[in-house]
């Protein structure tokens, strides 16, 4: 996980002036939740991050899961791709998802998944820990990540536009 956070600082993760991103309080379980919560999120979206293109695609909810994929272009190739869900399990949300290079060799061990779980929900807002979607409106999304550069932890942003 380390290596997958040096590298978004090394492409140009800047720090946020306020905390958008939250974690469970200790012994808290996550909210009731469903995907029809989080719908918003399904399209397809593109902003700049770390120094490049974020780009990400996000299916409508479906089989208990809403499914996504992500790629960084840097200099106009790609830095890595991330795969993954939202999965509707025992009544709340949890993000999962595995990391990818340019080639598509794994980072993550073959059965390691990173996991977000749910924190709370806002109307058009859902904090997963260390990580917050929020709508703006009907064409633009932020998404904030917490990332650790050895050095401590720092927000980085994605402000994202639907494209149709």
Partial sequence: MKGILFLLIALGCHTLAAQKTIQLENGATSPKASLNDVS?????????????????????????????VFRLLHEGKVSFYEIGHI???EGT?????????GS?????????????????MEKEKVFFEGLTMEKINDTKMNVYVLVDDGDGEREALFSYQKIK
Avoid: Y
Avoid at 93 to 101: N, R, S, T, V
Avoid at 104 to 120: A, P, R, S, Y
């Fill in 40 to 68: 918003w999120i399904a399209g397809h979206w593109r902003g700049e991050a770390f120094g490049g293109i974020a780009e990400e695609l996000w299916s409508p909810p479906e089989g208990e899961t809403m499914m996504f």
């Fill in 87 to 89: 999965k509707e399990t």
């Fill in 93 to 101: 949300l949890l993000i999962q998802l595995k990391h990818f290079d």
């Fill in 104 to 120: 598509l060799k794994g980072w993550e061990e073959k059965d390691e998944t990173i996991d977000f779980k749910l924190v709370k």
